[in-house]
T-cell receptor, first 111, second 111 residues
Framework: EPEVTQTPSHQVTQMGQEVILRCVPI?????FYWYRQILGQKVEFLVS????????KSEIFDDQFSVERPDGSNFTLKIRSTKLEDSAMYFC?????????FGSGTRLTVV | RKEVEQDPGPFNVPEGATVAFNCTYS??????FFWYRQDCRKEPKLLMS???SGNEDGRFTAQLNRASQYISLLIRDSKLSDSATYLC????????????FGKGTKLSVKP
């Protein structure tokens, strides 16, 4: 069964550093998303991406965040100058004809 | 404001019990609805989609009441493996819209 792959599974970073979270969506999907889930809280939408550009973003997705599809397979989320409150699970998702598929997530810990 | 509300639980039930979860949503324009299952520290996984009045898949039944903006999930003959958090999810903005998640209802099935 096709799957969305995310790397790394766990990232620890110092406050103020930049991190890049990587995702490989399902190959024939056209819509890509990043969500995050702070421990004990609900899954929150960050950004959607279609046709090589952002189609929608939430108020969480401020100038600290950026997304990129640098080649035909990877979809990345960059977080600049990380803060303690950025610690969360970050899920990538892609959407095809049968709906959304989530990756297994990257646990980001900012110390 | 886009909201999806769920009873957080936890629901503690014995094996074989029938349990029902409720969800209300605020976006009256939503046309499709989803129940996802999330195990601890894992990604959400699609359990059921609901596009009309309801859907049934084995022991799981989802019902939709558009007038009341209410969705339910019924699990019959609960198994130990059903223990998880059940997320009510509503797309915002059409079929390619981002997903709005409820905070989830935690189910614990005991032997």
């Amino acid at each position: 069964e096709p799957e969305v792959t995310q790397t790394p599974s766990h990232q620890v970073t110092q406050m103020g550093q930049e991190v890049i979270l990587r995702c490989v969506p399902i190959s024939n999907h056209l819509y890509f998303y990043w969500y995050r889930q702070i421990l004990g809280q609900k899954v929150e939408f960050l950004v959607s991406f279609y046709n090589n550009e952002i189609s929608e973003k939430s108020e969480i997705f401020d100038d600290q965040f950026s997304v990129e599809r640098p080649d035909g397979s990877n979809f990345t989320l960059k977080i600049r100058s990380t803060k303690l409150e950025d610690s969360a699970m970050y899920f990538c998702a892609s959407q095809g004809a049968v709906g959304y598929t989530f990756g297994s997530g990257t646990r980001l810990t900012v110390v | 404001r886009k909201e999806v509300e769920q009873d957080p639980g936890p629901f503690n039930v014995p094996e074989g019990a029938t349990v029902a979860f409720n969800c209300t949503y605020s976006n009256s324009a939503s046309q499709s609805f989803f129940w996802y299952r999330q195990d601890c520290r894992k990604e959400p996984k699609l359990l059921m989609s609901v596009y009309s009045s309801g859907n049934e898949d084995g022991r799981f039944t989802a019902q939709l009441n558009r007038a009341s903006q209410y969705i339910s999930l019924l699990i019959r003959d609960s198994k130990l493996s059903d223990s998880a958090t059940y997320l009510c999810v509503v797309p915002y903005g059409g079929s390619q819209g981002n997903l709005i998640f409820g905070k989830g209802t935690k189910l614990s099935v005991k032997p």
